[in-house]
């Protein structure tokens, strides 16, 4: 059985906090006039839309009860996490978002506290948009994600492929086949794009269920202590084998792939298939509307089931209270309030992708039923799994993301997988389990 100890800071996250301990002053129990001044921190600068729906929550609560004035601060996603990192010894504010898959991490690392909401409230909300550590809930979300292949209906009936369907999709062997005869066709540079250009989360969120898919995974999820055997087992081999083969076949894109590419070969023809989430379908409609294409030979797909069924990412930004904040009642209050369904819908309705709970589906233009995107919905439902919930997956990830990048440029698979699996063991080791024990 799996125990989690006490928890204690990640060794990476000591040597953070030590040098910028004194970058941000301690937060105090700040009160505006009568109100208690909860502060809040969003990774959201730069997206004026998403900012509008928190602007509108924000007034709807504060304008809700007498007791407290939620105020937020937005920083760039690319200085958001260094900022929460600096301020974790006594300046964080009240409410912070997290990616859902660091969760676990920020939990251990008392950068979270658990959350404090009603069940009623919490069983509404998709489970992949809620993050959990030690069987405590320590954040939620409002949105999720989902990726699929993005595919023209007209060049697969031109080339006898079969449409997938959820319950029928495509098999390994049937979808390594379609590859290489939309590649034979010479219409297009490549028959498939992954997104090699994006080296970042993606990789672990868009590669690692194909592994899992093949069998395999990022870690023993019985026990979250190594990643022995399957990172590095013969269905990992086989995945990572498979995968350096679209290189060598030039059935991909490689990872000198630019922005620009990845993002107009779709809709340009330059691609038959792309691998993509939901938050590209509006571009991808409206660039093919721009291009005079009807939007009604664009699928979305499911993921192939390379063996062990089809599998897809799933977790997406989510928010969470901090130990610093002076008014967790109030921070928890807060929550509950924006979790209200059409709040939820609104997010859906900006950032395009799909709300977290099923009672907001019908309040959105995308996708309540019949809608252009509610085939996502149905994918995530269907095929999501979230990336291992243990603080090991920060180090997990960029493990992950190094060995791709190595077995797309030729490295042997076997040897690469086995030196990723001992730096993941590695870490694990000297953070004690990072809380987990047989």
């Not at 990640?10 to 009568?34: E, I, K, N």
């Not at 007498?66 to 920083?75: H, L, P, R, W």
């Not at 019949?370 to 090991?392: C, E, H, K, N, W």
């Not at 990723?420 to 080791?429: L, N, Q, S």
Request: negative net charge.
């Amino acid at each position: 059985m799996i125990q989690a100890r006490a928890r204690r800071p990640a060794l990476t996250v000591v040597a953070a906090l030590v040098s910028a301990a004194l970058v941000f002053p301690t937060v105090a129990a700040a009160q505006d006039g009568d109100k208690k001044v909860i502060e809040m921190w969003t990774h959201s600068a730069g997206n004026p839309a998403e900012l509008a729906v928190y602007d509108q929550i924000i007034a709807d609560f504060n304008a809700s009860q007498d007791e407290y004035e939620v105020q937020y601060t937005s920083f760039p996603q690319l200085d958001y996490n260094t900022s929460v990192i600096s301020a974790s010894q006594g300046g964080l504010p009240c409410l912070l978002d997290v990616d859902g898959p660091n969760t676990p991490a920020w939990a251990w690392s008392g950068i979270l506290q658990p959350l404090d909401l009603p069940q009623e409230v919490v069983d509404t909300i998709l489970p992949s948009a809620t993050g959990y550590w030690n069987d405590q809930l320590y954040s939620i979300g409002y949105w999720d994600a989902a990726v699929a292949n993005y595919a023209r209906k007209s060049v697969l009936e031109e080339n006898g492929i079969r449409i997938p369907t959820l319950e029928e999709p495509w098999t390994l062997d049937e979808f390594d086949a379609a590859l290489e005869t939309l590649q034979a066709t010479g219409d297009f540079d490549y028959a498939w794009d992954i997104g090699m250009r994006d080296q970042g989360e993606w990789y672990p969120y868009a590669f690692s269920p194909f592994l899992q898919s093949f069998g395999g995974d990022l870690i023993d999820r019985s026990t979250y202590l190594t990643a022995e055997g399957v990172l590095n087992g013969p269905e990992a081999v086989a995945f990572g084998e498979w995968f350096q083969s679209l290189f060598e076949r030039g059935l991909v894109p490689g990872p000198s792939q630019t922005q620009a590419e990845q993002e107009a070969g779709f809709i340009d023809g330059n691609y038959a298939i792309q691998w993509n989430g939901n938050w590209r379908a509006v571009p991808t409609i409206d660039g093919m509307e721009a291009n005079g294409e009807s939007v009604d030979d664009l699928l979305f797909l499911p993921a192939p089931d390379f063996g062990h069924g089809p599998k897809i990412g799933a977790g997406s930004w989510q928010w969470g209270v901090t130990p610093d904040c002076p008014y967790p009642e109030g921070a928890n209050a807060y929550l509950e309030f924006s979790l209200q369904p059409q709040y939820l819908a609104e997010f859906a309705n900006t950032t395009g992708l799909f709300p977290a709970s099923a009672a907001a589906l019908d309040m959105t233009e995308m996708y309540q039923e019949g809608g252009p995107l509610a085939v996502f919905f149905d994918l995530s439902q269907a095929q999501a799994v979230i990336r291992p919930p243990t603080p090991a997956y920060t180090n997990i990830a960029l493990t992950f993301i190094n060995a791709m990048l190595d077995i797309a440029n030729g490295a042997d698979v076997q040897t690469t997988l086995d030196a990723a699996v001992d730096e993941i063991d590695a870490d694990i080791a000297a953070n004690d389990g990072y809380g987990f024990s047989e």
